[in-house]
């Protein structure tokens, strides 16, 4: 705990937020590749050929972006100044993540019943939804509805919280959710369910707004490149020669070493690149919920039309074109849907905030993100 009495008890001086909106909008692009390659890594990791090397080095590339998504979340949820009472603030959040999650709950249970494994008669709808992973990429909703339960709370760290404390906080909560998936996963003890799945992410929550207005110099920018980099190459040489029967499970788990190192250097070097233009990012950000939520109902019948590449070029595909291709799939399918009303409940909008309307010509370029937005 020594290096905490080095950090002094003052929060940074606030920076501009508006980093965010590109950031997620790359973030989302990773996912999507994460998911896009994910059967590709396990059903090609028996031959550990060239063609699994390159979709294991996508892969762990990518990994860094559902953290930053929740370090995000946090950094604009547990700002102070916001100010607003517990009431409003869980009120607005029924609609930006409480409707998404139980609609598309439903929506992915029909579909991984009926077209993905009719045939599996041992898979239990019910069982999936209290494990709080229903579907592939749905375990993130149940995790945000979690930590957004307890963001007044939360909260309580930014408003009256030393930063000394808030540090030490985000780290504990870091340290437990890491060994609570190293127990998990390398040692099958006990497993995240719906009532406990936000719990180990908590910790990536709160360093969110810990981090949120430290501004890199031009060492810490290197350092923070050497770091990403060395961080994906640990992931990439564990997962393919690391112990274990499936040595590609847990060294791409959010919480891995490797994992967490690259999401906390990415996240310091998006605010650093990100921090003015990027036009055509902040236009497709809105959009890029609908992406999140959308995404498999077009990835995998795509892909099992097209089949699993077996080859260099095939994953290269698959890795970089086609997560391309399916993001802006989805964003045309979202910037149509969100113009109905009634469906646009369904993607976060059906609240009163529209942030889908045409940016103020007026307003100044350091313009704060929406804190508000549900991202995925």
Request: glycine share 8%; proline share 8%.
């Amino acid at each position: 705990m020594a290096p905490l009495d080095r950090i002094g008890s003052e929060n940074l001086p606030p920076t501009s937020t508006a980093w965010m909106n590109p950031a997620r909008a790359i973030a989302i692009v990773a996912v999507v590749a994460i998911h896009s390659l994910g059967t590709v890594v396990e059903e090609n990791y028996a031959t550990m050929g060239p063609d699994w090397w390159v979709a294991n080095g996508f892969d762990s590339a990518a990994r860094w972006s559902v953290p930053v998504f929740i370090m995000i979340s946090g950094a604009l949820a547990l700002d102070p100044a916001r100010g607003n009472k517990p009431r409003r603030f869980l009120s607005k959040r029924v609609w930006r993540i409480g409707i998404p999650l139980v609609f598309w709950t439903a929506v992915y249970v029909v579909f991984r019943r009926f077209y993905l494994l009719p045939t599996d008669d041992g898979w239990n709808p019910g069982i999936a939804i209290l494990t709080g992973s229903p579907f592939v990429q749905l375990y993130f909703l149940y995790v945000l509805a979690g930590l957004t339960l307890l963001t007044p709370f939360f909260r309580l760290l930014s408003v009256h919280g030393s930063r000394r404390l808030q540090w030490g906080t985000g780290l504990i909560f870091l340290g437990i959710g890491m060994l609570d998936q190293w127990a998990s996963i390398v040692f099958d003890v006990g497993e995240a369910n719906i009532a406990t799945r936000f719990l180990p992410m908590a910790g990536f929550y709160i360093l969110g707004w810990v981090l949120r207005d430290v501004v890199l110099s031009s060492r810490g920018v290197v350092l923070a490149w050497l770091a990403l980099a060395g961080a994906i190459a640990m992931t990439i040489v564990w997962a393919g020669l690391g112990p274990g029967e499936k040595p590609w499970v847990f060294p791409y788990e959010y919480l891995s070493p490797g994992v967490v190192i690259a999401s906390v250097a990415a996240y310091l070097l998006l605010h650093h690149h990100l921090d003015s233009g990027f036009r055509l990012l902040h236009w497709f950000y809105p959009y890029s919920f609908g992406v999140f939520l959308l995404h498999p109902l077009v990835l995998y019948p795509l892909r099992n039309e097209m089949g699993l590449p077996t080859t260099v070029p095939g994953v290269l595909l698959h890795a970089i074109a086609m997560p391309i291709v399916y993001t802006i799939i989805c964003a045309v399918i979202t910037w149509l849907a969100v113009k109905i009303p009634g469906v646009r409940a369904a993607f976060g909008e059906g609240g009163p905030r529209n942030p889908h309307s045409k940016p103020n010509p007026r307003a100044r370029r350091t313009k704060k993100a929406d804190p508000d937005t549900a991202s995925a």
